[in-house]
């Protein structure tokens, strides 16, 4: 899933298929599509940021219960780099405000929970059936 962090107002936003803002609002982004972003207002402003979805749900699954000292579960999350393919800058807020809001991808990916949630949900549906 991809970020956007302000360097004014220090804000981070999680990018969607509606445009979102900072606190600020100097900056803002939107997803164009699954892996592309297209980012409003000053460039020299605008952090987009990467987390990797994999790692971020296992480090869900891997949550610790306890606090053990450390700083709990790691995922890998990165900096995109200032020209990247991905990331289309000085982009026009008009072109994406009424746009339809496919499925979100990153329910592609599910946590054990999620998992273990669907199989009881669809044992219970058999159970209404029988
Ligand atoms: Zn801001």
């Known amino acids: 899933?991809?970020?956007?962090?302000?360097?004014?107002?220090?804000?981070?936003?999680?990018?969607?298929?509606?445009?979102?803002?900072c606190r600020c609002?100097?900056?803002?982004?939107?997803?164009?599509?699954?892996?592309?972003?297209a980012v409003f207002g000053e460039k020299k402003l605008a952090?987009?940021?990467?987390?990797?979805?994999?790692?971020f749900y296992k480090a869900i699954d891997n949550q610790p219960i306890e606090d053990l000292g450390n700083n709990g579960e790691v995922f890998l999350s990165f900096i995109i780099p200032k020209e990247c393919s991905r990331v289309m800058y000085d982009a026009d807020i008009k072109d994406y405000e009424k746009k339809e809001v496919p499925i979100q991808f990153t329910m592609?990916?599910?946590t054990k929970a999620d998992l273990e949630k669907e199989k009881r949900n669809e044992t219970s549906r058999q159970k209404v059936s029988e």
């Open 108 to 110: 592609n990916f599910k």
């Open 47 to 55: 952090v987009p940021l990467g987390i990797a979805n994999p790692s």
């Open 1 to 21: 899933m991809k970020l956007l962090y302000c360097k004014n107002c220090h804000d981070i936003i999680k990018l969607q298929y509606t445009p979102r803002f």
């Open 25 to 37: 609002e100097r900056i803002g982004g939107v997803y164009v599509n699954i892996l592309d972003i």
